[in-house]
């Protein structure tokens, strides 16, 4: 079996978050770029300035690049390392979330406003009040309320936030619950937490107890998102240092989720991220591999591959990952 094709070659991109806006399907990945820093567990190589904003009318048709949206000297607030976005529309309006490094150095998360899906878009002054750590992921539910999920442990700071406030010194645990992601709705205009942000649970289907922080092939690590199949919730994540990508099912958009399986294996490059969309009747994942540069992980490229849903709700490649 052939891999995927990445959508575009003639940039590097990670971390697609896909939606449908207007009949077209919309991607907002990371703009990864060359850089001498060193690969580290503190993710400094991902040193990214700028986002893009891709386009297409079909899947596996001609895509296009609607170049810079948004660069890092443009917003007030950040210092460095722009990663994975996501993007919502309400209003009328178009809101691009990215998370990247405030003037200290700690993980924010800012929000630009637009008017068009392909932007350009106008950064607000200063980042989401109360909000820190990285990629975050919007979810809009059919009664319109607007819900931001975001976190990610080592490089995304997650482990310095136990107690509510920074603490550089924080680790991921060893034993007992895992580190939660977040999630918090939005206010109205989309730009603030309407309400303090509250943990993900992910529950063991047989003990009904959250995930435990041992359980590296399970537990939450990075690249949160939301998706709403057949009235059921889908939470889906990287699991980090095994390089997953998992999915759990719930009742409510805030959880709690029940852990349901792997919806991809590991890739070439140390990260996976991606998001599931809808488009014209048919499911899909989006994510990223290394295979562009030839396996170097801060290089990397967006691929599609269609999901099939069984008759419990359960995800499946619709082609297997190649070995
Ligand atoms: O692209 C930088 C970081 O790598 C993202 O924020 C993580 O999810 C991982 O893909």
Known sequence: MADKEPIVTHVYTADPSA???????YIYPSHDRETDIKDNDNGDQYDMADYHVFSMDTVGGPV???????????????????????????????????PARDKEGIFRVGVAIGDKPEGPFTPEPDYIKDSFSIDPATFVDDDGSAYLFFGGIWGGQLQCWATGKFDKSGEEPTTGDALHAKVGKL???????????????????????????????????EAA?????????????????????CYAI??????PF???????????????????????????????????????NHLRCVKIREIVYDEQGRIGLAEPQPK
Do not use: C
């Open 19 to 25: 939606h449908v806006f207007n009949g077209k399907l």
């Open 64 to 98: 296009t690049d609607h170049g810079v949206v948004l660069k890092q000297e443009d917003v007030p607030w950040v210092s460095k390392q722009l990663w994975a976005p996501d993007a919502a529309t309400k209003n009328g309006k178009y809101y691009l979330y990215f």
């Open 187 to 221: 206010t109205e205009d989309m730009t603030q937490f309407a309400s303090p942000v509250t943990d993900v649970l992910i529950l063991d289907p047989d003990t009904q107890k959250p995930i435990q922080a041992a359980d590296h092939d399970r537990r939450f690590f």
């Open 225 to 245: 998102w939301l998706h709403k199949y057949n009235g059921k919730y889908y939470f889906s994540y990287s699991t980090g240092d095994t390089h997953f990508l």
């Open 250 to 255: 719930g009742d409510s958009p805030v959880g």
């Open 258 to 296: 029940t852990y349901a399986g792997r919806i991809l294996e590991p890739v070439i490059g140390w990260t996976t991220h991606h998001s599931i969309a809808e488009f014209k009747g048919k499911w899909y994942l989006f994510y990223h591999d290394s295979t562009l540069s030839g396996g170097r």
